[in-house]
Each structure stands twice: as C-alpha cells, then as structure tokens.
C-alpha cells in the first residue's frame, strides 16, 4: 500500500515597491510603484507518526514570517537574490529561501488580487 501524501499551505502577504521595464504599459511600469502581494507556500509529504505532522506549521510560519521581512516595505529592486522583480522570480525567491525545509516547497503561489495576477511554482520533486 502506497504511503499517503498530505499537503499543508500557509499563506502570507506583503507590500512592496518596484520598477519594472516593460515593452507594454511602460511608463507606469518604470516609475517607482508598489503592490499589495499574496504568496501561499504548500509543502507535500508523509505523515511522521511521532510527531502526527507533515512539517510543524510553527516552524513552516517562523521560515515565512523570515522570507516576508526581506520583502514587506522595501524596494524590491534592491532585495539581494531576487533579480528583476517579477511575480516569476518572487516565486523562485520564495522557494530558494525555503529550499532547505524538510519536507521541501512542492508548491509556490505569488499573486496581486488588486490586478488578478498570479504564478505558480511547482517545483520538480527530488529523485
């Protein structure tokens, strides 16, 4: 019998300014201008008999409440890592920072309501 797989998510939100050069809309996109972003973080994997979890959301919320103060209310431009500040490589921000949780992100989901944006990260699981 296969061993079940469950999965837990846990949401956060941050604000943050960016510029942005685009071919369409440009000139908005390189002022200065913020967002409102949403990201949703789900980790997949065994239930640990012992511990009657997958991952102790605690902690999954300490790891997260760290990766939303590197982003909440700065300039997303100057964040260390992050590259050019799309929804994309916040996606691939959000799963790097987290890459050494066990189990790992199986998924990553960045978006902006305000705008009806959104991406998704599901990244390969490891072999």
């Given at each position: 019998m296969a061993i079940p797989q469950l999965t837990l998510s846990q949401r956060f939100f941050f604000d943050a300014a960016h510029t942005l050069r685009r071919e369409i809309e440009a000139e908005g996109s390189r002022r200065i201008h913020g967002?409102?972003?949403?990201?949703e973080v789900s980790v997949r994997g065994?239930?640990?008999?012992?511990?009657?979890?997958?991952?102790?959301?605690?902690?999954?919320?300490?790891r997260l409440q760290a990766v939303r103060a590197q982003l909440d209310h700065h300039l997303l431009d100057d964040v260390p890592g992050l590259g050019i500040p799309t929804?994309?490589?916040?996606c691939l921000f959000i799963s790097r920072a987290l890459a050494d949780l066990r189990p790992p992100p199986s998924r990553v989901r960045v978006w902006r309501d305000a705008l009806g944006d959104e991406c998704l990260l599901e990244p390969a699981p490891e072999l």
């Open positions: 967002h409102t972003y949403h990201a065994p239930l640990d008999a012992a511990t009657g979890m997958v991952i102790d959301l605690g902690l999954l919320r300490e929804l994309e490589n916040l």
